[in-house]
């Protein structure tokens, strides 16, 4: 299996990678003998890439697939393979997460602050220490501060000749002018169903029928594809939100059904963090030294340190609930769209084909200027709850738009 496996759809951003690879490889070497290879076009590797695309399409998997290339160090590169092999020490460390030239960032909390950028543009200055590149890659480079932007944009600005910038965002305009303007831009799409359903049954060895109806059901997010594949709990969830357009008949179930979905986000929250949190503050009271016998006298410094931590964590389960609100919603919107193509007659696949006898009865309910309306209301929830909007006031509001439309 090489890197590129896991990138579902991907064809064309596979092969400017590859090439981008290979290019960078040769102008590493070119270093070393003073020549470039004949053939070789150094333009087509640089030194900030902008990873954008659709929920699930890959944007992170991309990236790291392209840092390990670029450190892949397999033999078969002198006789014109394809960098990123999968095997060698140089793949297997960057896709493992262990590779010292490779810092992969994935903000836990709201946002991602300036004096951690400060920390990376300030490692970003140096020399990679046994790769040929060192990598900085920011899988949520949208959740930026403006500060933090900023900071970043002096070390895109003025690059170290031996440093690659990747950044993934989910659309071009959640980036700086400034910044999207220094770097390449590879747009992901979204994946169809059947290579997600080949990937699930190839990887995860899910059944081909689950495979497709959980492909389908996750709209081309091959994540969400895979949760709906392998946890039951998940499919559950889903079938609790997709209960939400029978129970919005009056006020009384606009109101209980909001209240049961932002109940079941805090619950899939806090059931994730229990044992992550514990674990994680265990694991910061050994780095310490903190052990039985010490008299209950915590080690110095320590008590800072858990405070910090627990601040972290309650950032976490804050984005934790807005992100599983958002996967609901995202399901809304899959529904409700389903509800639009039948309207018009549509004869094709369906995203919730499971659920046909609730599309049928909604689509026959209604016309198609009122499913409009409701896709709207979804969508009007997903914005104010990016704006910070309380979850269950956003939600309310969106149940009763449901209704009314």
């Given at each position: 299996?090489?890197?590129?496996?896991?990138?579902?759809?991907?064809?064309?951003?596979?092969?400017?990678?590859?090439?981008?690879?290979?290019?960078?490889?040769?102008?590493?070497?070119?270093?070393?003998?003073?020549?470039?290879?004949?053939?070789?076009?150094?333009?087509?590797?640089?030194?900030?890439?902008?990873?954008?695309?659709?929920?699930?399409?890959?944007?992170?998997?991309?990236?790291?697939?392209?840092?390990?290339?670029?450190?892949?160090?397999?033999?078969?590169?002198?006789?014109g393979?394809?960098?990123?092999?999968?095997?060698?020490?140089?793949?297997?460390?960057?896709?493992?997460?262990?590779?010292?030239?490779?810092?992969?960032?994935?903000?836990?909390?709201?946002?991602?602050?300036?004096?951690?950028?400060?920390?990376?543009?300030?490692?970003?200055?140096?020399?990679?220490?046994?790769?040929?590149?060192?990598?900085?890659?920011?899988?949520?480079a949208?959740?930026?501060?403006?500060?933090?932007?900023?900071?970043?944009?002096?070390?895109?600005?003025?690059?170290?000749p031996?440093?690659?910038?990747?950044?993934?965002?989910?659309?071009?305009?959640?980036t700086?002018?400034?910044?999207?303007?220094?770097?390449?831009?590879?747009?992901?799409?979204?994946?169809?169903?059947?290579?997600?359903?080949?990937?699930?049954?190839?990887?995860?060895?899910?059944?081909?029928?689950?495979?497709?109806?959980?492909?389908?059901?996750?709209?081309?997010?091959?994540?969400?594809?895979?949760?709906?594949?392998?946890?039951?709990?998940?499919?559950?969830?889903?079938?609790?939100?997709?209960?939400?357009?029978?129970?919005?008949?009056?006020?009384?179930?606009?109101?209980?059904?909001?209240?049961?979905?932002?109940?079941?986000?805090?619950?899939?929250?806090?059931?994730?963090?229990e044992?992550?949190?514990?674990?994680?503050?265990?694991?910061?009271?050994?780095?310490?030294?903190?052990?039985?016998?010490?008299?209950?006298?915590?080690?110095?410094?320590?008590a800072?340190?858990?405070?910090?931590?627990?601040?972290?964590?309650?950032s976490?389960?804050?984005?934790?609930?807005?992100?599983?609100?958002?996967?609901?919603?995202?399901?809304?919107?899959g529904?409700?769209?389903?509800?639009?193509?039948?309207?018009?007659?549509?004869?094709?696949?369906?995203?919730?084909?499971?659920?046909?006898?609730?599309?049928?009865?909604?689509?026959?309910?209604g016309?198609?200027?009122?499913?409009?309306?409701?896709?709207?209301?979804?969508?009007?929830?997903?914005?104010?709850?990016?704006?910070?909007?309380?979850?269950?006031?956003?939600?309310?509001?969106?149940?009763?738009?449901?209704?009314?439309?």
């Amino acid at each position: 299996m090489t890197v590129w496996d896991d990138l579902v759809g991907q064809e064309r951003v596979v092969e400017q990678l590859t090439a981008a690879a290979s290019a960078a490889r040769a102008t590493v070497l070119a270093g070393r003998s003073g020549a470039l290879a004949p053939g070789t076009n150094a333009s087509l590797m640089t030194h900030a890439w902008l990873f954008t695309g659709p929920p699930g399409a890959g944007q992170a998997t991309a990236a790291r697939a392209f840092a390990a290339a670029l450190q892949c160090t397999s033999p078969d590169l002198d006789l014109g393979g394809t960098p990123g092999c999968g095997f060698c020490e140089g793949c297997h460390t960057v896709m493992a997460g262990s590779h010292a030239d490779v810092k992969i960032v994935r903000s836990d909390g709201l946002s991602i602050g300036v004096g951690d950028m400060r920390e990376l543009v300030l490692r970003a200055s140096s020399y990679p220490t046994g790769g040929r590149w060192s990598v900085i890659l920011i899988d949520a480079a949208h959740r930026l501060t403006e500060a933090a932007a900023n900071a970043l944009l002096k070390g895109v600005e003025e690059p170290s000749p031996r440093t690659v910038w990747l950044l993934c965002a989910p659309s071009v305009q959640d980036t700086l002018p400034t910044i999207r303007s220094r770097c390449r831009h590879l747009v992901l799409r979204t994946p169809a169903p059947e290579a997600v359903a080949d990937l699930l049954v190839r990887r995860d060895g899910v059944a081909p029928q689950l495979a497709e109806q959980a492909a389908r059901a996750g709209q081309g997010d091959v994540e969400r594809s895979r949760r709906l594949a392998l946890d039951e709990q998940a499919r559950s969830r889903r079938l609790e939100v997709l209960r939400i357009p029978l129970e919005v008949a009056d006020i009384g179930g606009c109101l209980a059904a909001a209240q049961r979905l932002v109940d079941t986000a805090k619950a899939d929250a806090e059931a994730l963090a229990e044992t992550r949190d514990a674990k994680e503050t265990e694991d910061l009271k050994a780095a310490y030294g903190a052990a039985e016998g010490l008299g209950g006298k915590a080690p110095r410094g320590m008590a800072g340190a858990v405070k910090e931590l627990e601040k972290r964590q309650k950032s976490r389960a804050t984005r934790t609930r807005r992100e599983t609100l958002g996967t609901a919603l995202l399901d809304l919107l899959g529904f409700y769209r389903d509800v639009l193509a039948l309207q018009f007659g549509s004869t094709g696949a369906l995203a919730n084909q499971d659920q046909r006898a609730a599309l049928d009865r909604i689509a026959a309910a209604g016309p198609p200027e009122a499913t409009l309306r409701r896709i709207e209301a979804v969508l009007a929830c997903r914005t104010a709850l990016d704006r910070n909007v309380d979850p269950l006031l956003a939600v309310e509001a969106m149940t009763m738009a449901l209704r009314a439309g």
